[in-house]
C-alpha cells in the first residue's frame, strides 16, 4: 500500500476518479444513503489515502477550518471493503491527526461520526461533545479532539 496525502490540486484525475467512486461505493451504495457526494469542500481539503495498483483501500478528507465548523475537521472515512480488517482506518486517522498537528499545527479537530463508530474514535483521542443527530437519515454525534 502507497499512502499519500495531497491537496485537491494536487490529485491526479485518476486519483480523484477513484476517490469518488469509492466514497459512493462506500457512502451511497453500500449505506444505502442518497446525497450529494460532491459537496464543494473537497477543494478545502488535504486527502489522505492509500492506493495500490491504483486502487484506494483507504480514504479521509481533512477538511480546512472554518469551512465546516471552526476547527479542522475530518470526514468521508472509508476502508474499501476490500481491504476492512487490516486496520487501515486506524492508520489512516493516526495520519490525519499526526499532519494536522504536525504540519498543520492546530490542536483540535471536529468530526462528526457515524454513532456505532463511537468507540473506535474513543480509541484515538475524541470525546463526544453533542448528542446523537441524524444526517442523512444515519445516526451521527460530534466529537472533538484536543491534544
Given at each position: 500500500?502507497?499512502?499519500h496525502i495531497k491537496e485537491f490540486n494536487e490529485l491526479n484525475i485518476n486519483e480523484l476518479y477513484e476517490i469518488l467512486k469509492i466514497r459512493n461505493c462506500v457512502f451511497i451504495v453500500e449505506q444505502e444513503c442518497p446525497y450529494?457526494?460532491?459537496d464543494g469542500k473537497d477543494k478545502n481539503s488535504y486527502h489522505i489515502f492509500c492506493e495500490e495498483d491504483g486502487e484506494i483501500g483507504a480514504y479521509l478528507?481533512?477538511?480546512e477550518k472554518g469551512i465546516?465548523?471552526?476547527e479542522i475537521s475530518i470526514g468521508r472515512v472509508l476502508v474499501n471493503d476490500k481491504y476492512r480488517g487490516k486496520s487501515l482506518a486506524r492508520k489512516c486517522m493516526k495520519m490525519a491527526t499526526d499532519?494536522?498537528?504536525n504540519e498543520?499545527?492546530?490542536s483540535s479537530i471536529r468530526i462528526?461520526?457515524?454513532e456505532y463508530l463511537i468507540k473506535f474514535y474513543k480509541s484515538l483521542g475524541f470525546n463526544e461533545v453533542g448528542d446523537v443527530f441524524l444526517e442523512d437519515g444515519i445516526p451521527h454525534v460530534e466529537m472533538l479532539y484536543i491534544k
Open positions: 500500500m502507497n499512502w450529494l457526494d460532491c478528507r481533512v477538511i465546516s465548523f471552526n499532519f494536522i498537528e498543520l499545527k492546530e462528526e461520526a457515524q
